[in-house]
Structures are given as structure tokens and as C-alpha cells.
């Protein structure tokens, strides 16, 4: 089974794939990080480029990246605002996610 895990909370996600690929599951972690931790995903919605090159990439970069989150049996999200930004989408986003993947849980 494809399995993509959406967003991060305190590991939650990075502890459920090892398990899931030890089971015999393909499982991608897709997240912004998670603050201070920096807990290692597979694919990153975070930036490096500084000032408002990093702010307008951290908001677009999702969207642009929504290619990758398609195709998978089932999506889980952790945290239904991964995004910590005022003017992101988040509805279209979620919505784009719902279409493309066949099982989408909150």
C-alpha cells in the first residue's frame, strides 16, 4: 500500500513510516518540518532562501509541489494547518490532495 503522510507533529509521522515500511508500505512524509526539531521528511514544503524570497517560497512551494502527493491509496494529516501562513489556500490544497490520492483522512 502507498501511504502519504501529511504534515508533522512532534514525529508522529517520521515513527508511523518506519513502522509502516517495516510492515511492508511504501510511506512518504510530506510536512514544513516541525519547528525547532527539525524532523527529517521526504518531501519538504520548508525553504532556504532568506527574507522574502523564503517567505513567498514557503507559500507557493506546496502548490508546486502537489505532483508528488499524487497517486497514493491513502493520505493521513496530522494537523489540518500545517501551513503556518495567513494567505495560503489551504482549502484548494487540501482539495487538489483529496482529488488526486484515493483515501483521505483528517
Known amino acids: 500500500m502507498k501511504i502519504l503522510l501529511l504534515g508533522e507533529f512532534s514525529a508522529l509521522h517520521k515513527n508511523l513510516k518506519e513502522g509502516l515500511v517495516e510492515l511492508g508500505h511504501e510511506a512518504v512524509v510530506a510536512a514544513s518540518g516541525d519547528g525547532f526539531k ?62 488526486l490520492n484515493d483515501k483521505f483522512f483528517y
Open 38 to 99: 527539525k524532523v527529517p521528511v521526504d518531501i519538504s514544503f520548508d525553504s532556504n532562501l532568506p527574507g522574502v524570497f523564503g517567505k513567498i517560497d514557503r507559500k507557493l512551494k506546496p502548490l508546486y509541489l502537489l505532483n508528488k502527493l499524487n497517486g497514493f491509496d491513502v493520505v493521513q494529516l496530522v494537523n489540518p494547518y500545517p501551513f503556518r501562513h495567513k494567505f495560503f489556500p489551504t482549502e484548494y490544497f487540501y482539495k487538489k490532495v483529496k482529488d
